[in-house]
């Protein structure tokens, strides 16, 4: 029962944010050019965790998880490595999977305390699924969360999005504070300061650490 009032009150809460990104649009059809270049994707009905994480809610309840675009716009060609097992439990802040680009990964923590329901096998083979469907084949795991009640933490619609550009602020800040091998680092790009892909190529190990440690954290 509790279940069902939480996910009738999701499906009431994902309604009034369509209604408000549809108008949303609506206003700001000026900036329409600009957003559609934004290679960051961030769909409505789609909730965002601090860890650059993305979570999908299903009327069963079971949760899908990824990450998200500014994530996997760390590295040129990223692979994902799943560290959980189905029938496993994962907690909030542990290490969920590992993105990879030769010998440099970085690791997504998982957002919530969950029980491991189903791993997307298909996923480390077929990389191309986070760059061509990452909201549909690009999930990493279905889980089953501990506490249905921590999605409400999640970031969703307009809050996602000034999330995420003060995320684009602080990487540029960050970058320009760090030491890397001499080469020039661009970090954001000029139409709509999306993140540039492979953004960690020229940084150091310990730079890349020190990312990890200030972006992919959980709240």
Request: no cysteine.
């Amino acid at each position: 029962m509790t279940v069902l009032l939480f996910v009738t009150m999701i499906i009431i809460f994902l309604s009034a944010d369509y209604v408000i990104q549809k108008r949303s649009k609506r206003a700001q059809v000026p900036h329409t050019t600009q957003r559609a270049a934004d290679p960051m994707r961030v769909p409505s009905g789609i909730f965002f965790a601090p860890s650059h994480t993305w979570l999908t809610l299903f009327p069963s309840g079971n949760v899908r998880i990824g990450v998200d675009d500014f994530v996997l716009r760390s590295m040129t060609n990223p692979q994902l490595e799943l560290i959980k097992r189905a029938g496993t439990s994962v907690r909030k802040g542990e290490p969920l999977l590992r993105v990879r680009e030769d010998k440099r990964s970085i690791t997504a923590l998982s957002p919530i305390d969950a029980d491991v329901v189903e791993l997307n096998e298909s996923l480390p083979s077929h990389p191309d699924a986070l760059k061509k469907a990452l909201f549909s084949d690009g999930w990493a795991y279905t889980v089953r969360p501990k506490k249905v009640s921590d999605l409400t933490k999640m970031l969703l619609g307009d809050d996602t999005n000034a999330w995420i550009q003060n995320e684009f602020e602080r990487l540029r800040e960050f970058v320009a504070g760090t030491q890397h091998d001499g080469s020039a680092v661009p970090v954001l790009m000029q139409d709509g300061g999306a993140v540039t892909t492979g953004f960690l190529d020229n940084l150091s190990d310990e730079t890349v650490r020190q990312f990890e440690q200030k972006f992919l954290t959980v709240a």
